[in-house]
């Protein structure tokens, strides 16, 4: 797993970029200040943004990218997000580890709304699904999306000419 140190903000598309979602249609999750190149604003949302390089089939990395959310989450002072948020997020990262067979790039950033937006990217443009099967709900894997749906306070997928991104927001009560 690497970290980039990269600044950029998560791409947004309108909800005619979706390739689905649910919840809500929300705007772009963080606002764009002006200041020097290269030096953020205090409290902007550069300070308040994980970007994470995962390696393909590097299952392992998975746990270091909870605990590394779990951390900028505190940092962030939004402590009580974390338990869902690297639930919902162990469950994409591995989904696009495992099913597209490349690597992932996930994106964490808390907007000044306390609204967290998750964005997990693959090079793969298969959209992802639940399993048609009933009995899916007693086998020992395939329920992260059903998870998703169940905990983000809104969730989708959008195409992009190099894969995909699967995203849920997370908002403070």
């Known amino acids: 797993m690497l970290m980039d140190g990269q600044s950029r903000f998560p791409r947004q598309r309108t909800s005619s970029g979706d390739a689905y979602r649910s919840g809500p249609v929300q705007g772009p999750a963080v606002g764009t200040g002006t200041?020097?190149?290269?030096?953020?604003a205090p409290g902007c949302a550069l300070h308040r943004r994980l970007h994470l390089t995962v390696d393909p089939a590097d299952l392992v990395a998975v746990g270091a990218?909870?605990?590394?959310l779990r951390t900028a989450l505190s940092h962030w002072g939004v402590p009580e997000l974390s338990d869902t948020a690297e639930l919902l997020s162990s469950e994409l990262v591995t989904n696009a580890l495992q099913h597209t067979g490349k690597?992932?790039?996930?994106?964490?950033?808390?907007?000044?709304?306390?609204?967290?937006?998750?964005?997990?990217?693959?090079g793969a443009s298969r959209?992802?699904?639940?399993?048609?099967?009933?009995?899916?709900?007693y086998a020992t894997s395939g329920r992260g999306?059903?998870?998703?749906?169940?905990?983000?306070?809104?969730?989708?997928?959008?195409?992009?000419g190099d894969g995909k991104v699967t995203w849920f927001e997370l908002v403070l009560p």
């Open 145 to 160: 999306l059903m998870l998703v749906e169940a905990l983000a306070d809104s969730w989708g997928v959008q195409l992009r």
């Open 103 to 122: 690597g992932a790039v996930f994106d964490a950033v808390l907007g000044s709304d306390h609204r967290l937006r998750v964005e997990v990217q693959d």
């Open 127 to 137: 959209l992802p699904g639940r399993r048609r099967d009933p009995e899916a709900e």
């Open 65 to 68: 990218v909870r605990h590394r």
């Open 35 to 40: 200041t020097l190149p290269g030096t953020p």
